[in-house]
């Protein structure tokens, strides 16, 4: 018998990620992402950014509400030199 509660949803979604420069300045850098709910609320992915290539691996992540819903995310990335950064942010359209 399957199990609802441990469900596997994958999306592709089209991020702007802004990050804070030595300047001051804030630059916005497009990123694709390709995103598997683990369940109701956390997920885990890869994120590619657009403009040289580079990707990141979505060790753990959660959003307020679970896919399809306008709120907040959290999530962790590890780059290829094993950096590890970590995004917060708003869910400002529906995915």
Request: proline content about 1%; cysteine-free.
């Amino acid at each position: 018998m399957e199990d609802l509660e441990t469900y596997e949803l994958i999306e592709y979604w089209d991020l702007a990620i802004t990050q804070k420069m030595t300047d001051g300045t804030f630059h916005s850098v497009s990123h694709h992402a390709t995103i598997k709910w683990l369940d109701s609320r956390y997920f885990e992915g890869l994120i590619v950014q657009q403009q040289n290539g580079a990707s990141f691996k979505v060790l753990s992540g959660n959003a307020s509400n679970g896919p399809y819903n306008v709120g907040t995310m959290t999530f962790d990335v590890t780059a290829d030199d094993g950096s590890v950064r970590n995004f917060h942010g708003d869910i400002i359209d529906e995915w």
